[in-house]
C-alpha cells in the first residue's frame, strides 16, 4: 500500500494496520486521532501494506476461549473487557475461539505487548486469527471510541 509512511490521521473510525499485505503481520490499532511519529509509537517498520476498518458493532460481546485447537477442551466466557487472563481463569494458552463483535487481544496483561484483531466467526486455531502465540494476556471489546 504504502513503501514509507511516517504519519497518520484518523478523521473517524477505528483501523488495523498492516505490515504485511493480505491482513498479515504485526499489527497496530489506531481511532480517531493524529499519528505523527508512527513508526516509534507502534514499533512497527515504515511499511503499511494493509489497512482493515473496524466497523462499528451494534450487536451483543461474547467470546468464548477454548483450552485446544476445534473449539475443545474446557470453554471460559466473556462478554466484557478483562485485563488479566490468567487471573480470572488460571489459564493463558487459548487455541481456538468463538467471536461475536470485534476484540483486541494483547500478549500481556494490561492491555501490554503485541496484540491481535479478532472478527464475528470461529476460529479453530490461533494461526486462524494471525496470533503469534496461543498466550493471552488481556482482552477487550472494540466499541466506537
Not at 25 to 53: A, E, P
Request: one cysteine or more.
Amino acid at each position: 500500500m504504502f513503501d514509507h509512511c511516517r504519519s497518520i490521521r484518523v478523521e473517524s473510525g477505528m483501523f488495523m494496520i498492516y505490515d504485511r499485505p493480505g491482513y498479515m503481520g504485526h499489527q497496530h490499532f489506531m481511532r480517531r486521532g493524529d499519528y505523527s511519529d508512527y513508526i516509534s509509537m507502534t514499533g512497527m517498520t515504515d511499511c503499511v501494506r494493509s489497512c482493515r476498518m473496524i466497523p462499528v458493532h451494534n450487536g451483543s460481546f461474547r467470546l468464548r476461549l477454548y483450552e485446544h485447537f476445534d473449539m475443545s477442551g474446557t470453554m471460559m466466557e466473556l462478554s466484557e473487557d478483562c485485563t488479566n487472563l490468567m487471573n480470572r481463569f488460571h489459564v493463558s494458552n487459548f487455541n481456538s475461539c468463538n467471536v461475536e463483535g470485534h476484540w483486541l487481544v494483547y500478549e500481556h496483561s494490561h492491555y501490554r505487548g503485541r496484540h491481535c484483531y479478532l472478527r464475528p466467526g470461529q476460529y479453530k486455531s490461533f494461526n486462524d486469527w494471525n496470533g503469534y502465540s496461543s498466550k493471552m494476556g488481556s482482552i477487550r471489546r472494540l466499541k466506537d471510541l
